[in-house]
Nanobody, 125 residues
Framework: QVQLVETGGGLVQAGGSLRLSCAASGRTFSSYAVAWFRQDPGKEREFVASISWNGGSTYYVDSVKGRFTISRDNAKNTVYLQMNSLKPEDTGVYYC??????????????????WGQGTQVTVSS
């Protein structure tokens, strides 16, 4: 069993930056692919970025390419999402998810086995 805890959310002005962290319990976390999703009230949860078990592969939704960077430190059982040049449309609850398979998938929610509780990100204009 893996438990995921997201931190680092908050209120920031447009153009600002935040770094989210996803801390995991469990010795096997380092073998899992991990993704970030986000959800605005009234909207479906959407894929943001994913990273393979060793960090060798990453994948981003087009709207965040060049602004967000996903990374991981397996020694610390933590995955990060560095968010720069934030826009109001980046607002939402950000969720960390992990899948038992180490390779990144296609960005589908069903591919992921474990989920965190989420952290709120609010970008003001």
């Amino acid at each position: 069993q893996v438990q995921l805890v997201e931190t680092g959310g908050g209120l920031v002005q447009a153009g600002g930056s935040l770094r989210l962290s996803c801390a995991a319990s469990g010795r096997t976390f380092s073998s899992y692919a991990v993704a970030w999703f986000r959800q605005d009230p009234g909207k479906e949860r959407e894929f943001v970025a994913s990273i393979s078990w060793n960090g060798g592969s990453t994948y981003y939704v087009d709207s965040v390419k060049g602004r967000f960077t996903i990374s991981r430190d397996n020694a610390k059982n933590t995955v990060y999402l560095q968010m720069n040049s934030l826009k109001p449309e980046d607002t939402g609850v950000y969720y960390c998810a992990a899948r038992i398979i180490g390779a990144i998938g296609w960005g589908l929610m069903d591919e992921y086995d474990y989920w965190g509780q989420g952290t709120q990100v609010t970008v003001s204009s």
